[in-house]
DNA sequence: ATGATACTTAGCGATATGGCTAAACATGAT
DNA sequence: ATCATGTTTAGCCATATCGCTAAGTATCAT
């Protein structure tokens, strides 16, 4: 079980920081160096770095040095993996979503009622 | 700027384990208790519960607890943040392509007649 | 060749994550 | 009451993450 999958693992991982995700919506706009992206951040460049070497280990983006220059641009079809996965999850939930609705209602109901656990 | 927004984090971070994706698609043909859902992960107890919690967190997942035996089930809506973020990147994305094809076609146009810009 | 600029690497500290065991509850069955 | 079952809590360990500073490298300008 437990198939693992990198490719998700890392793309998840990578949208998982607020920071990154404003890089990703940033580079959107066209292309950036590393200075560049690091302004608005207030993070100290090596921070930045850090930031830009999981988004390119996840494909999210490339980079390519010219000169002392590092220019930043995002990978169009790398968000790809993303969307099917939720559009199958999506499909398999809503398969299901009949089912579902009348069982949450039902637990909602009894929540309301009985005091769940101590927490 | 980094405008946080914890509830996008919760949900890439939940979904950046293999463990939890296995448990959300387990889910999706229906709910199931702690147990159940532990057995095929091959982790302990504790481990799952842990796990669950973080789904739960996130909103993914809604539980409730009928005698000693807590169901977990689906939360069907959940998805909804991270597919609208999912269509905005692209959105931007795909306007950033349709720019540069231009920038792109204007140099081509601009190169047949004299020397383009230095870069 | 000197210095400024733009990254880059190395490494530190605090906190978070993901696994575990052992022990505590809570409920259902006897 | 006792015991089994299903979950939960507490706490440990290893590793990963995210921020930093300090020092290194490479390139451009003078």
Same mark, same amino acid.
């Given at each position: 079980?437990?198939?693992?999958?990198?490719?998700?693992?890392?793309?998840?991982?990578?949208?998982?920081?607020?920071?990154?995700? #404003?890089? $990703?919506?940033?580079? =959107?706009?066209?292309?950036?160096?590393? *200075?560049?992206?690091?302004? &608005?951040?207030? %993070?100290?460049?090596?921070?930045?770095?850090?930031?830009?070497?999981?988004?390119?280990? #996840?494909? $999210?983006?490339?980079? =390519?040095?010219?000169?002392?220059?590092? *220019?930043?641009?995002?990978? &169009?079809?790398? %968000?790809?993996?993303?969307?099917?996965?939720?559009?199958?999850?999506?499909?398999?939930?809503?398969?299901?979503?009949?089912?579902?609705?009348?069982?949450?209602?039902?637990?909602?109901?009894?929540?309301?009622?009985?005091?769940?656990?101590?927490?």
């Amino acid at each position: 079980m437990a198939k693992h999958d990198p490719d998700l693992d890392q793309l998840f991982q990578a949208l998982a920081d607020p920071t990154r995700r #404003a890089v $990703l919506t940033r580079l =959107a706009e066209g292309p950036a160096t590393v *200075s560049e992206l690091a302004r &608005p951040t207030g %993070l100290r460049l090596p921070t930045v770095m850090r930031h830009l070497s999981v988004l390119e280990g #996840a494909g $999210l983006i490339a980079s =390519a040095k010219d000169g002392r220059v590092r *220019s930043c641009a995002i990978v &169009p079809e790398a %968000l790809a993996p993303l969307r099917s996965w939720l559009d199958d999850q999506r499909a398999l939930w809503e398969a299901r979503l009949d089912r579902l609705d009348d069982y949450v209602t039902k637990l909602m109901k009894e929540r309301e009622h009985g005091p769940g656990p101590k927490n």
